[in-house]
C-alpha cells in the first residue's frame, strides 16, 4: 500500500509541498512571534497601576499646592497692601508732628527773641537814666 502511494507521483509532490509549507510556516511563525518580554518590561508592566495611582496624587499634590500658593500670594499682597498704608499713615503723622513742632519752636524763638528785646530795652533804659 505505502509502496503505491510513493509510486504514485502526484502524491509525492503534495506530500513534498505539505511539509514544505509546514516548515515555512513554522519558520514564520518564529521569525515574527513578539520578543518575549525583557525583565524592564516586566517589572514597567506590574509597576503601571502603582505609577497611574502615583501620577493622580502628584496631580492632587500639585493642585493643592498651587492652591495654596495662591492664598499665600493674596495673604501677601494684602499684607504689603496693609503696610503701606500704615507707612504712608506714619509718614503723615511723622510730618504733622514735625510741622507742629517747627511750629512750637518758632513761637518759642520768637517769645524769646521778645524776651530778649524786651530786657535790652529796659537795661537800655537804665543805662539812659
Known amino acids: 500500500m ?3 502511494l ?11 509541498a505539505l511539509g514544505i509549507g509546514a516548515l515555512i510556516g513554522l519558520g514564520m511563525v518564529l521569525l515574527f512571534r513578539p520578543d518575549p518580554p525583557t525583565r524592564r518590561e516586566r517589572i514597567m508592566k506590574e509597576l503601571k497601576p502603582y505609577r497611574k495611582k502615583l501620577d493622580k496624587r502628584a496631580k492632587k499634590t500639585r493642585k493643592v499646592i498651587n492652591e495654596r500658593a495662591s492664598s499665600a500670594r493674596k495673604r501677601g499682597d494684602a499684607l504689603v497692601s496693609s503696610s503701606r498704608d500704615a507707612l504712608d499713615s506714619l509718614r503723615e503723622d511723622v510730618a504733622d508732628i514735625v510741622a507742629e513742632a517747627r511750629e512750637e519752636i518758632a513761637a518759642a524763638v520768637e517769645a524769646q527773641v521778645a524776651a530778649a528785646q524786651d530786657t535790652i530795652k529796659k537795661n537800655a533804659k537804665r543805662l539812659k537814666s
Open 6 to 16: 510513493w509510486d504514485d507521483g502526484d502524491n509525492v509532490d503534495f506530500l513534498a
Open 2 to 4: 505505502w509502496d503505491e
